[in-house]
């Protein structure tokens, strides 16, 4: 960069150790200052003859005004004179004059409201860098369906509240986050007039605001002390770094696995399925007459747009949200062929019930740092024997076809200029119902999975689930297309994968329970059943997210028929890792289906209350009555009955009794019991008020020697 290149600076966070998790102030990232060329009057990116001639037009007025503004009175004191021409002057000849933040927030406004309607409200933008450090794009957070946009600081506080209820990786996590400040997405708009105006549109939250305190923290632990933001860069759709130092040399770390690069080791493409994205192909050159023409469109009415054309998948829900787990290829290859088993209320596809068959979750091995919740599909194609895992000896195609016996088809397209990088196969793709993995470069690739695509005046934008998130809003994202291809691209591809064989319409899915339920003891199982082939089933539970499992019930296979069918299942074991399997066969006992619990669910147990029946006596001789809860949950407040063997009977007035609690009340023992000992029983919730795991151990009998 020369003396007169664009300059950012941004105010440095500085938190002390004791101070990690404090929330950052909203300056930290707003308060920059941009040197804007004066006399870029078009704007294009250049002073040069045309802007002179604009200039020149306006100099000597002096009759400069709102009604009759002057382009030229540069300090806005009524006159275009010698102090104007000063500095027109020394911006005459500048070619790299950044997009001005004016229009670039009319641009974001724009976007924002194609994608999300009229009911929004922006903040503050704040500034991302490329890896030189130069300024890229400006990102502008949108409050949707809100009149006020929540501001920075309210953001981190409820990224840090939910942050202490929820893992990151816990689609709870963000469902919290949504609770406490409302539906968010974010918009980036190039700094610079060689790249297309909008670059990405995010339907969540910027990552910046959900992973920086865990950064600062990371950051401090290396660096050993207090650390300083210098920059956030964005070098594609899944390198977003933080540059921290601490007066010495800098650190990055990349934003989601909160590692320097140097500690990432990425998957290589499968050379015979989704690998040869990889391999080098015609390098695209730099369209720029397109890119100027866009923002000339841009520039001169920034709501006039050619074509405005939006397209999902007809049953987008029914892809599968699969966090980040060995990278980014197996991840969005596995979101793809989840497409064809999973269920969605209205959308599920039968005969493809052997890819997913039950979810869990994942352990911190080869480069997952975080327990993700995935489908065990992705590790069928990864071999874990390796420190940073590769692919498994099946493979993504030949865990389908092989390992589960159908027969899909994939097709990997290289992306060239003659096929516009892919453009027409992700279209036609999504026009057919199916989605797609899109391989993006150039310098470090990245796979997603399109879902659709937008053409918003002369842009083009794929709709993906990026990887990264742990729910769809997450992941949800638009990335402009032209973006790719007009840059030096080697790596562009496009995966389709095209179903085949299958086991017709045979099918079934778990239906209850799903996640997130709380179960206290018997609680019954459904499931439902497509076709009329499956005659047996299998129910599994796991109380540690999946990675073990216990049958549930005594007989091996439960007979099942076509429709709904249920089962009558106890859960006493406390847990809130809960989760349910289901696997299905034929009458020959042939596995036809597999399905689970996609989360967690709550198993909290009952109370269980028990008599305890040793003679116990106060020193005015009366029976001291003690009830035990053994339950894992609280007893609601209930009647104890004792009966004497004679004497007769007296009811006793029980407080609620925690777990694992125990209470004593004292009763009067009737004379005639004594013969000489005295015989009693006692009852424990004699009138049936407490729900609880066990009720045949309520009644006990003993005896008092006399």
Not at 591 to 616: E, H, M, T, W
Request: one cysteine or more.
């Amino acid at each position: 960069m020369n003396d007169i290149a664009v300059k950012f600076i941004l105010l440095m966070i500085i938190l002390g150790v004791d101070s990690l998790m404090a929330a950052p102030h909203e300056s930290v990232m707003t308060d920059f200052d941009i040197p804007y060329c004066s006399g870029d009057f078009e704007p294009d990116g250049d002073v040069d003859g045309s802007d002179l001639a604009v200039f020149s037009s306006d100099f000597g007025r002096t009759n400069c005004s709102d009604a009759r503004p002057c382009p030229g009175d540069f300090n806005e004191d009524g006159d275009v004179d010698g102090s104007d021409l000063a500095e027109f002057s020394a911006n005459f000849g500048r070619s790299d004059c950044p997009v001005p933040l004016s229009l670039a927030t009319e641009i974001a406004e724009e976007q924002a409201r194609e994608v999300w309607g009229e009911h929004i409200s922006s903040g503050p933008p704040f500034l991302l860098y490329d890896a030189e450090g130069n300024p890229f794009s400006y990102a502008f957070p949108v409050a949707v369906d809100a009149p006020d946009f929540p501001g920075y600081e309210e953001i981190f506080d409820a990224v840090r509240r939910a942050g202490e209820e929820y893992a990151r990786s816990d689609r709870r996590f963000y469902t919290e986050v949504e609770n406490l400040i409302g539906q968010s997405g974010t918009v980036e708009v190039a700094v610079n007039w060689h790249d297309f105006p909008v670059l990405v549109v995010r339907h969540a939250l910027h990552p910046y605001f959900l992973s920086l305190d865990l950064a600062i923290e990371e950051a401090s632990l290396r660096l050993g002390g207090e650390v300083q933001l210098e920059y956030l860069i964005y070098e594609g759709p899944h390198e977003l770094y933080y540059q921290f130092n601490a007066g010495r040399d800098p650190l990055t770390l990349h934003a989601y696995l909160l590692k320097p690069p140097e500690e990432i080791f990425p998957i290589a493409f499968e050379e015979s399925e989704v690998a040869q994205f990889s391999q080098d192909s015609v390098v695209a050159p730099v369209n720029a007459e397109k890119i100027e023409q866009v923002w000339r469109l841009k520039s001169q009415n920034v709501s006039a747009l050619e074509l405005n054309a939006v397209k999902w998948l007809n049953h987008y829900k029914s892809v599968p949200v699969v966090q980040w787990t060995h990278w980014c290829v197996p991840t969005a290859a596995t979101m793809v062929a989840g497409y064809w088993d999973h269920f969605v209320d209205g959308a599920t596809f039968t005969g493809y019930g052997r890819l997913f068959d039950y979810w869990f979750d994942h352990q911190p091995i080869c480069q997952n740092s975080n327990v993700t919740n995935v489908p065990n599909f992705i590790d069928e194609i990864i071999d874990h024997t390796t420190p940073t895992c590769t692919w498994s000896s099946n493979g993504f195609l030949g865990t389908i076809n092989n390992l589960n016996q159908y027969n899909f088809t994939w097709n990997n397209t290289k992306g060239t200029l003659s096929n516009d990088w892919g453009w027409p196969f992700i279209t036609q793709e999504i026009d057919n119902d199916r989605p797609v993995v899109w391989g993006v470069g150039p310098n470090k690739p990245h796979a997603m999975t399109a879902i659709g695509y937008r053409i918003s005046g002369s842009q083009k934008f794929v709709i993906v689930y990026n990887t990264w998130g742990a729910t769809a809003k997450q992941q949800l994202a638009e990335y402009n297309y032209d973006q790719w291809s007009g840059a030096a691209n080697t790596k562009t591809g496009v995966g389709r994968l095209w179903q085949g064989g299958g086991s017709g319409g045979e099918h079934a899915v778990l239906t209850f329970p799903r996640g997130e339920e709380v179960i206290l003891g018997p609680t019954t199982v459904s499931w439902f059943v497509w076709g009329d082939q499956i005659k047996w089933t299998a129910i599994y539970f796991s109380k540690d997210g999946g990675n073990t499992w216990n049958r549930i019930h005594n007989d091996a296979f439960l007979a099942t028929q076509a429709g709904w069918n249920s089962y009558a299942a106890d859960f006493n074991e406390i847990t809130s890792k809960g989760r349910v399997k289901i696997e299905n066969y034929s009458s020959l006992f042939e596995y036809i289906s597999g399905d689970g619990s996609p989360n967690n669910f709550f198993v909290q147990g009952k109370p269980d209350l028990i008599p305890d029946v040793a003679c116990r006596r106060d020193n005015l001789g009366r029976l001291m009555v003690k009830v035990n809860n053994q339950g894992t949950t609280a007893a609601q407040a209930s009647v104890t009955k004792v009966e004497f063997f004679p004497g007769g009977i007296f009811t006793l007035n029980t407080p609620g009794i925690s777990p694992s609690g125990t209470v004593e009340m004292p009763v009067n023992i009737p004379a005639a019991c004594w013969n000489p000992d005295c015989d009693f029983q006692i009852t424990v919730d004699s009138n049936n008020q407490v729900d609880e795991a066990n009720e045949n151990n309520n009644s006990a009998s003993s005896a008092c020697i006399g």
